[in-house]
């Protein structure tokens, strides 16, 4: 789910993580603690939702957590326990609530920098200090019937074991000696070697398990080198360092991948002052100081293909001398598939296409792209390709001007048709038939985003409150509806037959997509948020909240929809 709000004028609707930590100031009192909101200022009609469940009503802070009694209509405030790394570390305290109606306290200590914390990089000396590392090293479960919180069992040392899918590979101590162990599984290594920069504790950065579990590659923040270790031979193999211009790390979001047992590869990309540049790197797991630099340019990024494993690209070959050249007519066109195993490099073009392209959802792998005539800024015609099968088709649109996006059944794309000057028309392009279907709508040319929902609907934010289209595909042709659907996981029903909305007049409305009909399902008061989302078991989330950045929940449902 992705957090999003819409703004109305008496209220404001906002889509949110139902189990997401409401901070109060640290020395909150029952005076700080808000008056819960009665439900019948909100389901003003009986007929459209119906109250399933009444969800706890809890405020936490750093020292404590607060649940309403609603029998009692009382607050009542449990202190956390003292944590035991507080003398030496800073901890930071989050009260979360489980998937299963359960309740956890995670705390997580952040070590401060102390040792080399200013650099030298750019064009002249800039002072950077890093960001401070943060460790879950404290979990606690709270028992509301009780009052009590019980530690978790703790592993790695002392850490707090991790819940299921929550797991770190952390550099642990035991006797002075460091070791690697994963906080989920307490698989552990031997005592390690010393390592220049590294101390407990620390997380490894983006880990990866060979398929086997036998090997664990990975790299530290703010260090270039490359680590594997082996369990079997409980061995720390040094691959070697990844030596790029960034500060710190040579890689912002690096993905250590196995292609088998014994080789990975290392992508991603880093942001200079000059623009992204892109890395991948190959070696062989078993053997020192062997990794390689295969790949190194601005443009363009690279994508993964499977069976075998190959990274692909398009234009210049791997042996242009710098990253920076500019690929002349003959290259820039050219598809490049590079197999790390064979680390052999396979050229070839396509007529007219100098794109990977949008992928069409439907089955055949074919994918879309825009045709340029040469020396050309302007679209003439759409050219659908397989890279594979050797498919090629070109399908002209008048006044092309771009691609939205694929529906997610691959029969429709958005195309977007210029109508001069200021505006374009949105279009749906029919890939079975390639006919356009009509009507066309006409929408400010800066705003050609559009997002899928379902099948046959798709929105259009314009880039203002409560202003979004919303088009509906028929066998009658396209039909829009202006207003609030800016929309994320949580807005559309499970089937994609509703979508939540807010309306502009101050409601939380559902919209049937099939139809195009709206029913009312609450009323959004002056001053207050209502949260909603819509469950995987068909259920609406509700809550209410005042305020924007010291938010206090007002209530809390579970209702069911009798649309």
């Excluded at 640290?26 to 009986?46: G, V, Y």
């Excluded at 399933?52 to 009692?72: G, H, I, M, R």
């Excluded at 409980?234 to 292609?259: C, E, H, Q, R």
């Excluded at 409601?507 to 207050?528: E, K, R, V, Y």
Aim: aromatic share 14%; net charge negative; with cysteine.
């Amino acid at each position: 789910m992705h957090m999003f709000s819409f703004h109305l004028l008496m209220g404001k609707l906002t889509f949110f993580f139902l189990s997401s930590l409401l901070l109060l100031h640290p020395e909150a009192r029952q005076a700080d603690l808000p008056i819960p909101i009665d439900p019948k200022e909100i389901f003003t009609s009986s007929n459209a939702v119906k109250i399933v469940e009444t969800l706890p009503l809890y405020v936490a802070d750093q020292k404590q957590v607060s649940f309403y009694n609603y029998e009692k209509q009382q607050w009542f405030t449990y202190l956390y326990p003292k944590f035991p790394l507080a003398q030496r570390e800073i901890p930071t305290a989050y009260f979360t609530e489980n998937p299963d109606g359960s309740y956890m306290l995670k705390v997580d200590y952040y070590i401060p920098c102390t040792d080399n914390c200013e650099v030298a990089g750019g064009e002249g000396d800039i002072d950077f200090t890093p960001p401070r590392a943060a460790f879950t090293r404290e979990r606690w479960h709270f028992e509301l019937t009780t009052g009590q919180f019980t530690p978790f069992e703790t592993i790695c040392g002392d850490y707090a074991r991790a819940i299921k899918g929550e797991g770190e590979w952390v550099v642990a101590t035991s006797n002075s000696k460091l070791y690697l162990c994963n906080t989920e599984t307490g698989q552990s290594s031997k005592p390690l070697p010393a390592i220049e920069g590294v101390s407990a504790p620390a997380i490894l950065r983006y880990p990866a398990l060979s398929a086997d579990g036998h090997k664990l590659a990975f790299t530290f923040y703010y260090l270039t080198s490359v680590w594997v270790y082996d369990f079997q031979q409980n061995k720390l193999i040094p691959l070697g360092s990844m030596s790029t211009s960034a500060i710190f790390t040579p890689l912002d979001y690096p993905v250590i991948d196995w292609i088998d047992n014994e080789r990975i590869v290392i992508e991603g990309a880093t942001n200079n002052y000059g623009g992204d540049e892109y890395y991948l790197y190959a070696a062989d797991a078993s053997v020192e100081d062997n990794l390689e630099l295969f790949y190194h340019r601005f443009v363009p990024y690279l994508s993964k293909l499977t069976n075998p494993t190959r990274f692909m690209w398009i234009g210049d070959s791997l042996e242009a001398e710098s990253p920076e050249a500019t690929p002349d007519q003959t290259q820039e066109c050219t598809f490049h598939e590079f197999n790390p195993l064979t680390k052999k490099d396979m050229a070839y073009q396509i007529a007219d296409v100098c794109s990977q392209g949008l992928i069409i959802t439907d089955g055949s792998n074919d994918r879309l792209t825009l045709n340029y005539p040469h020396e050309s800024n302007t679209p003439q015609s759409i050219i659908r390709f397989n890279r594979k099968t050797g498919f090629h088709q070109e399908i002209p649109v008048e006044n092309l001007l771009g691609l939205g996006e694929v529906s997610p059944d691959g029969h429709y794309v958005v195309v977007s048709i210029d109508q001069g000057q200021q505006d374009f028309q949105v279009a749906v392009l029919d890939l079975q038939t390639n006919m356009r279907l009509k009507p066309f709508y006409p929408t400010p040319k800066q705003y050609n985003y559009v997002e899928w929902i379902g099948n046959h609907t798709f929105r259009q934010s314009l880039g203002e409150p409560n202003s979004t289209n919303l088009y509906s595909i028929s066998n009658s042709g396209v039909s829009v509806q202006s207003g609030d659907f800016s929309y994320a996981s949580g807005g559309a029903s499970p089937d994609k037959r509703f979508l939540l909305y807010a309306s502009n007049h101050g409601t939380i409305d559902i919209l049937n997509i099939d139809t195009f009909q709206s029913m009312t399902i609450a009323q959004i008061p002056n001053g207050i948020t209502i949260g909603a989302v819509w469950g995987s078991d068909g259920l609406i989330n509700i809550s209410a909240s005042q305020g924007d950045y010291d938010a206090k929940t007002l209530g809390r449902w579970r209702v069911k929809f009798n649309g």
